[in-house]
């Protein structure tokens, strides 16, 4: 059974930073594309960064409204996936969640159950 647990959120002011990270367990990355999103209060959920495993390019994306700010990293050895957040802003407080996908025939698409994020004074 797969399964994805984040943890790292809190409390932080504007400005300062916090490191998010997910524990796979259950999956091997192997083609798998890993990804940070994130739902604001009456908001869609939405990407925040991606990281394609070392096997498909490595290659990253990142929101353009986090882009600079936010560095997305995994530990394939220990199936950790990890989102490192600086100069946070109020508009990133959100719950922040973990996907782990792979397309194709035996693809599959799954998620953690989020951890919040609040950025306040």
């Known amino acids: 059974q797969v399964q994805l647990v984040e943890s790292g959120g809190g409390l932080v002011q504007p400005g300062g930073s916090l490191r998010l990270s997910c524990a796979a367990s259950?999956?091997?990355?192997?083609?798998?594309?890993m990804g940070w999103y994130r739902q604001a209060p009456g908001k869609q959920r939405e990407l925040v960064a991606e990281?394609?495993?070392?096997?498909?390019?490595?290659?990253?994306v990142y929101a353009a409204s986090v882009k600079g700010r936010f560095t997305i990293s995994s530990d394939n050895a220990k199936k950790m996936v990890y989102l490192q957040m600086n100069s946070l802003k109020p508009d990133d407080t959100a719950v922040y969640y973990c996907n782990l996908r792979k397309l194709g025939p035996f693809g599959y698409n799954y998620w953690g159950k989020g951890t919040q994020v609040t950025v306040s004074s």
């Open positions: 259950g999956i091997i990355f192997s083609a798998t594309i």
């Open positions: 990281l394609t495993s070392a096997d498909s390019g490595g290659d990253i």
